[in-house]
């Protein structure tokens, strides 16, 4: 049975720091705490596990040229599972990596992709018609725009 009443609380930022004409910091970090009685929330595979978590990633976005887009990051997170009692949650850290690239045809066509790896066996799908949870993902994509440019 679920509980009457429980709270939840989430946040993002993003933050972009100019380094160069060519080459932007982006800071991206989001985060949540939810009641440890929520198991809906505190199981949510659509990012970390837990009643208390955080998704923090640190890139470095380098522009080459007018039509080729390089982001090279670091990624880390934090996640508190909930325990029977409050005495026994397990606090867990993941670190990571990865880079994304956009190689950009025109303004309304583009080709997407990244490749990523986090230490966390509970990341989200990487599957759509199966469960399956990859530390290692790879993803390669194509980007249309149908109004307004790039």
Same mark, same amino acid.
């Given at each position: 049975e679920l509980p009457d009443a429980v709270y939840r609380a989430n946040g993002r930022i993003e933050w972009y720091v100019p380094a160069t004409d060519s080459?932007?910091?982006e800071i991206f970090a989001e985060g949540g705490m939810a009641d440890r009685r929520d198991r809906l929330v505190a199981m949510d $595979? &659509? +990012?970390a596990l837990g009643n208390q978590w955080a998704d923090a990633q640190?890139?470095? +976005?380098?522009q080459l040229g007018n039509s080729w887009t390089l982001s090279p990051y670091v990624q880390g997170q934090f996640s508190r599972l909930p325990g029977d009692s +409050?005495?026994? &949650?397990q606090k867990k850290?993941?670190?990571? $990596?990865?880079?994304e690239s956009y190689l950009h045809f025109n303004e309304v066509f583009s080709l997407h992709g990244y490749y990523s790896f986090l230490?966390?066996? &509970? *990341?989200e799908s990487i599957r759509v018609d199966e469960d399956v949870h990859g530390q290692h993902m790879f993803y390669l994509g194509v980007?249309? *725009?149908f109004? $307004?440019?790039r």
């Open positions: 080459m932007t910091w $595979g &659509s +990012r640190l890139r470095l +976005r380098i +409050r005495l026994n &949650s850290f993941f670190l990571g $990596g990865g880079v230490n966390n066996e &509970s *990341r980007v249309i *725009r109004t $307004g440019r």
